[in-house]
């Protein structure tokens, strides 16, 4: 979600009619491909030259694991760039990993020092966190967490649209600058996990911290023990450092917390009426977050409670459209700038979609925030509920109006699609449009590689045969040309359902998908 939905399923009844085959040869633990895999083009274009990039970096946390290991956006800016490069098309190879019969899908994938996966996989019984093998991707260790109230009220109430639209429950992590992944339950606990080996080369997960939020967040869930509960539950939906150390986190209704890891102190607020469906962004200066209502900069007080120190209003249009969680943006917002420090997220106007870009020093006057406001895509057809990317002063936007779950483009289907980069002037005046291209990038977050200047998408073209075939694309930064697409699968269990790209310092591009996760990287 993202930048969000980076939702993890547990189960949909499609995936019942899903008509897998295994090709002659495949491993017992690849994703089954369906049936027309050989029917559609394995590869189309040609490698490309790599040209890296020139712009502000994002600065490094000194919280968090080193710029593109830590987290789904890849640091905490939310850029969604690494400074490594990305496959660039050299006959790619694609390897799978099944991680569950229903669901399994591996969202954010981080990486320890060793470039060991350290990721989130969400199936039936509930989400696992994974240690995996980066080449193989066969898992070393996993711990099991708690079931989300969503799966439980799915089953029980026959609604599985209450799983699409629930960001909570470890979706939102993070690798620390100890290389722990720090996470959200659904048991409105924070948990701190390290990963250690044993003398037998075994590894394991171990939790160093639990911090117990439900003396301030409502907590009577949905459970298998409690089906019909009379009280609020509210789902801490993502949790980030900010630059003191202290852990920020929010809730989908609207509270606004932090924790002292070393006292253990819980102190938060409540932004009544607004719903929180998306992560945030931290740098040195404050924490940005947007909520169903405004963008807000947010700092703290002596004892760690937040503060909004602006609050901007945006147009949230007039309801949910098809490829958004909620009614509001979709977006984690983005923090940039080479002149000046911007955050840009997108709106839910009716009409078209529009990218905002604002200045965020708290210091800067009302009628000075707003830098700019692009409207992209077709009239009818835009929303995105995913991540912006940002580098320098440049944004790059994708359409995801039309996807709605795993379910959305079986048969064949696709979205209208688009893709936008567009530019902050050097002067602060305004944006402009620098290119639009025609890909159909139906819920991924995107990524871009600094080092070689390719951005990476996980698309999808209308097949007449009814086939599902789901690419690796890569398209160039500065030209919106694509240079290359690479197979990933075929049929609805490679449908990454908002799980974003991730670039790994060997330069793999991994991609969450239904029934597990992927990987493509140059021979």
Known sequence: MPSRRLLIRALVPAVLALGVVCPPGARADEIPKAPGHRLVEQYEGAPAQPLPVAGKAPAQHPYLAANGRSGMHADAWGSGTYPWSGPNGTQPTVRSEQMAALGGECATVTFDRAGRIVTVCGTFSGFLVKLLDPTSL?????????????????????????IFKDTSGGAYSYLDDQDRLVLADSRQHIVRLAHEQAADGSWRFVVTDDWDLTGTVPHDCVSWTNLYPSGECDPVTSVMPDWDGRV????????????????????????????????????????????DHALYGFGATADGTPKAVWRQT???????????????????????GEHENYVAITDNADDRMNVLVYRRDAAVPADRRLVCKVPVFGPGASTTDNSLISYGDSLVVENNYGYENVSSLTFGRSVVGGVTRIDVRDDGSGCDTVWESDVRSPSTVPKLSTANGLLYFYTKEPNAL???????????????????KRLVGTGLAYDNNWAPVTIGPDGTAYVGVFNGLTAVRDS
């Open 466 to 484: 009814g086939i599902d075939a789901w690419y690796l694309t890569a398209v160039d930064f500065r030209s919106g040309a694509t240079r290359w």
């Open 314 to 336: 945006y147009d949230r249009g007039t309801g949910t459209k098809p490829g958004s969680v909620n009614q509001g943006s979709g977006t984690t917002p983005d923090l940039f």
């Open 138 to 162: 066969a898992t070393l260790a996993e711990y099991k967490l708690p079931q989300r109230p969503s799966t439980v009220e799915a089953i029980t109430r026959l609604d599985f649209s209450r």
């Open 248 to 291: 920020w986190w929010v809730t989908r209704q609207g509270r606004v917390g932090t924790v002292d890891p070393g006292s253990g102190a819980v102190r938060s607020i409540r932004l009544d009426g607004e719903e929180i469906q998306n992560s945030f962004s931290v740098a040195e200066d404050g924490v940005s977050i947007v909520t």
